[in-house]
DNA sequence: CAAGTCCTTGGCTATTATGCCAAACGACCA
DNA sequence: TGGTCGTTTGGCATAATAGCCAAGGACTTG
């Protein structure tokens, strides 16, 4: 893997690891419904407000969200719809998963 | 967010997870043009093989690849197709953020 | 201006991930 | 049976992440 590779793959995982959090792809998932504001998520997660804004962060700064500062409040929105088609992708994996664990308690 | 859907997103996360992560993704997108043994990526990679062994591992722990021994030696592939349907998203959002980027410096 | 709300940042600690080396393991060959 | 090849596992050092608290910045309201 040369150098420009490790570059561009580097970049790539960077999109993946951001949805790699329970409670950032919670947030996404609740973000696909509509806009939020980090009161609202925070209290939807039940963490500490600073390290869902840390999360925001982390989805923002890898270009799946985008925030709007209106008045006191900051609104964050899904920035990439094609990510929550993903899921469906992701469902499957868990489906077979499920499938396989039943076939080796068997 | 209750223990059910921490525990239902805690186990999507760990697909996306297992994505992210440079070499990996450059296995995956490998594996997506066929199967290939671990002396194969090893040698593509340019790490040691325990390193890839150990990411291998993840990945088939996550459920995105399988693998299959035969002979001497163990082979590798894709067992979730769709995976490669997101790196067309992935593309599209680095394509916003090159043109995000190229904005401000203008 | 003062005080309150909403949010981000800095700092710290605990946990987890990464990558190498060395050792163990299983299959094949002599 | 001993040796080699391909692979995995254990162990360890180093780096990255997560989450809380405390402090600071930006607005709004009194």
């Not at 609740?30 to 989805?59: I, P, W």
Request: glycine fraction near 6%.
């Amino acid at each position: 893997m040369d150098r420009r590779t490790q570059v561009r793959f580097q970049a790539r995982a960077q999109v993946f690891k951001a949805l790699g959090h329970p409670t950032r792809l919670f947030m996404v998932d609740e973000l696909s419904r509509g806009e939020r504001c980090v009161c609202d998520l925070t209290e939807m997660v039940g963490a500490d407000m600073s390290t869902v804004s840390k999360h925001l962060a982390v989805l923002k700064n890898a270009g799946i969200v985008r925030d709007e500062k209106r008045g006191n409040q900051v609104f964050y929105s899904l920035q990439l719809p094609c990510v929550v088609g993903f899921f469906e992708c992701v469902e499957t994996v868990l489906a077979e998963q499920a499938k396989r664990q039943l076939a080796l308690s068997r």
